[in-house]
């Protein structure tokens, strides 16, 4: 009877160790897997990093060259507005002189004018 006792004692105390060891067993595949799992993160985070670097560096070459394009369009327009001006020049010379003969003679239609109200108002000069 004590043999029984002793052999129900020990197969208790093996179930009760087989079943720890199974938790074990699961606890460190489950932690294996956890491991495999974080490294593939640590992969993707840095091939994430890298690919978000390349862009980056990418995107301040391309934000540089959009400068350039716009001090060019900034160029261009005033070298425009000066061929224009230089294109126009002789225009407005010419322009510029006949304003100045209609000047005069507006000038003159309005002395005649003048002069011919005061003639018959009797005022003479």
């Known amino acids: 009877m004590a043999e029984s006792a002793e052999l129900e004692t020990m197969n208790y105390r093996l179930t009760n160790i087989e079943g720890k060891l199974s938790?074990?067993?699961?606890?460190?595949?489950?932690?294996?897997?956890?491991?495999r799992?974080?490294?593939?993160?640590?992969?993707s985070v840095s091939r994430f990093l890298n690919l978000y670097t390349e862009q980056s560096e990418r995107l301040r070459a391309l934000e540089e060259k959009q400068t350039n394009i716009e001090e060019v369009k900034k160029a261009l327009n005033a070298h425009d507005k000066r061929i224009e001006a230089l294109e126009l020049a002789p225009l407005q010379t010419?322009?510029?002189?006949?304003t100045v003969i209609v000047d005069y003679i507006?000038?003159?239609?309005i002395a005649l004018t003048c002069t011919m109200l005061l003639s018959k108002v009797g005022l003479s000069l």
């Open 23 to 35: 938790r074990l067993e699961q606890m460190l595949t489950q932690e294996a897997l956890q491991e």
């Open 37 to 43: 799992d974080i490294s593939e993160l640590q992969k």
């Open 94 to 98: 010419r322009a510029e002189k006949w």
């Open 106 to 109: 507006f000038k003159a239609i």
